[in-house]
Structures are given as C-alpha cells and as structure tokens.
Nanobody, 117 residues
Framework: QVQLVESGGGLVQPGGSLRLSCAASGSTLSIYHQGWYRQAPGKQRELVASITTGANTNYGDSVKGRFTISRDDAQNTVYLEMNSLKPADTAVYFC???????????WGQGTQVTVSS
C-alpha cells in the first residue's frame, strides 16, 4: 500500500508560478514511477508530467518548457514546478504512483489549481 498526500495548489494570476508536492508513504520502495495528471471541468484527465526512479521524465505537450517535475528520494516526495501559468492550466491536479509486485496505481486526493486574474 502507498499513501499519497498532495499540497501546494491554490489561486495564482496568469504568468505566475506554483509548486505542487506529493509525499508518499507506505511501500515506497515498490514505486517505479510517479507523476501528475490533471482534470479540468468537462474534460478528460490528461498527463501533466511523470518521472521514473531513474529520473527519466515525460511531459504533456501543453506544459513542455513551463513545468518541471523532480523527486527527492530521501523525502519520498515528487515536486511539480509550474511556471508561466495560463488560465488553461486551471484544473484539479492528481498525483499518482505506479508500483510493481503487484502492479498498481495509487492516487492522491487531488489539489485545485486556479489561474485567474
């Protein structure tokens, strides 16, 4: 079992920045990749960014060059640094962790990010 706790969402003006955190606890050694998805009202959930235990990263096309995902293994925490935020980035952001032995995907509770003037 893995538990995920997200923090860092909120209201920010266009062009501003936010940093989301996702702290994992439990069977963290079984995690082989983590990341973030987001879901805006009336839209499908979409990948924002992911990172493997080998620090390989992947980003959704709409956030490339603006968002950066990183991990602190000592703290079992994954971060999403979001810069140059746009109103289109407004969504609930969900952290996930994918594990092996057995394979499973765990989800955080979600954190709201609102980009508005």
């Amino acid at each position: 079992q893995v538990q995920l706790v997200e923090s860092g969402g909120g209201l920010v003006q266009p062009g501003g920045s936010l940093r989301l955190s996702c702290a994992a606890s439990g069977s963290t050694l079984s995690i082989y990749h983590q990341g973030w998805y987001r879901q805006a009202p009336g839209k499908q959930r979409e990948l924002v960014a992911s990172i493997t235990t080998g620090a390989n990263t992947n980003y959704g096309d709409s956030v490339k060059g603006r968002f950066t995902i990183s991990r602190d293994d000592a703290q079992n925490t994954v971060y999403l640094e979001m810069n140059s935020l746009k109103p289109a980035d407004t969504a609930v952001y969900f952290c996930y962790a994918a594990t092996f032995g057995p394979t499973h995907t765990y989800w955080g509770q979600g954190t709201q990010v609102t980009v508005s003037s």
